[in-house]
């Protein structure tokens, strides 16, 4: 018994270094786990369903036993204070939990938690990886639409979409396509830093797991918050199979996709799908049919946003932009600088003018 003491001591003395946000470890420490808990009530809250009375006399049975042994405990533990990288709103309702004053209080507070955050690693955090299973992101990147300058209507579009979409109205799958350096990763990272506390996700996902949206999808379902699954520099060649599951993905199963999922995908090219001249040439009996199917995945996506290459006036104006931000005006000597660093590194884009600054400043 006394060696089972030593152990949860251990592991309540790990999970406030870790994760804690109170002093009251053994309080935060079962609050924390009743938080995350999988069990047939977090999944009704979480969901938006009716909870029965019969369910809810029996969890307030429960939850009276153990505000009664655990929660009566006075032991403080000071958190280390390192970040955690869970979301602003995790961190509020994981205090509000700990420091309930009765039994009813910390049942209400447990279903709100469920209601608006869910459970589990899907309640932690703000952005996430998927490479076979959820990876919580918790350093993500604080890039805001403020930075992004010569991209004024496609982040206009961006933003008009990504708003109805968190407000549960209908939005549109989103192709951002185009030169690269052009902002179109960073528009999408700048949608989580300004829709996150409305309940926005992104979900960073490879390529080769294009097959496993649909069911991660049908777990995303039962959360009350909106993901966006985030497919970086998108492109197929024409032997690669998994366009095939992102159209079904899309739009081709029998069961209808998830309102609170979409997909957001960035690429150099338009066509998602490479083609040969030989695909035009007739290397198919039905060379018609080849194209369409070429065509038909870039289709699916309800917007199109190109991103191109500034020209040397727009460049120029994004470099001065962005001096602003650290109290420096552009001058002549600054444009020849500019211009001279685009000539030796990669050309005009977006990110070719904030390679540019960084190296100013830090000259």
């Known amino acids: 018994m006394e060696k089972d003491n030593v152990i949860v001591l251990r592991n309540i003395i790990e999970f406030s270094e870790t994760e804690g946000v109170t002093s009251s470890a053994i309080k935060e420490y079962v609050a924390t786990r009743l938080a995350n808990d999988d069990n047939i009530l977090s999944r009704l809250a979480q969901a938006g369903k009716f909870i029965g009375d019969d369910l809810y006399r029996l969890a307030k049975f429960d939850i009276e036993q153990i505000y009664k042994k655990l929660f009566s405990t006075q032991i403080k533990y000071a958190p280390s204070g390192n970040p955690i990288g869970f979301s602003n709103g995790y961190v509020a309702s994981i205090r509000a939990i700990t420091e309930s004053k009765s039994a009813q209080e910390l049942l209400d507070l447990l279903i709100e938690h469920y209601r608006k955050f869910g459970s589990g690693i899907l309640a932690k955090y703000n952005a996430f990886r998927y490479d076979g299973e959820l990876i919580g992101v918790s350093n993500t990147d604080d890039i805001t639409f403020d930075s992004l300058v010569g991209i004024e209507y496609q982040k206009q579009v961006l933003i008009d979409n990504t708003k ?19 902002g179109k990763s960073s528009s999408v990272k700048a949608l989580l830093n300004m829709f996150c506390d409305d309940g926005l996700r992104i979900i960073e996902m490879p390529k080769h797991c294009i097959k496993d949206i649909p069911s991660l999808s049908k777990v995303l379902a039962e959360s009350p918050n909106k993901y966006i ?24 199963q029998l069961q209808a996709n998830p309102t609170n999922v979409l997909i957001y995908a960035t690429s150099n090219r338009r066509h998602l799908i490479r083609e040969n001249w030989s695909d035009r040439e007739g290397g198919e009996i039905h060379v018609n049919d080849q194209m369409q199917e070429t065509l038909s995945l870039s289709e699916r996506f309800g917007i199109s946003l190109v991103f191109s290459a500034p020209n040397q ?8 932009e962005m001096l602003k931000k650290h109290n420096i005006q552009m001058n002549a000597d600054i444009e020849k600088e500019a211009v001279v660093w685009q000539m030796n590194y990669g050309g005009r884009s977006a990110r070719c003018a904030k390679q540019f600054v960084t190296s100013y400043i830090a000259k």
């Open 313 to 320: 006036k727009e460049y120029l104006n994004i470099v001065s």
């Open 229 to 252: 699954i985030f497919l970086d520099d998108l492109t197929f060649e024409s032997h690669e199979t998994e366009y095939r599951a992102l159209k079904v993905a899309m739009e081709g």
């Open 164 to 182: 109805a979409f968190v407000s549960g109205k209908a939005a549109n799958n989103v192709l951002l396509f185009g030169d690269r350096g052009t």
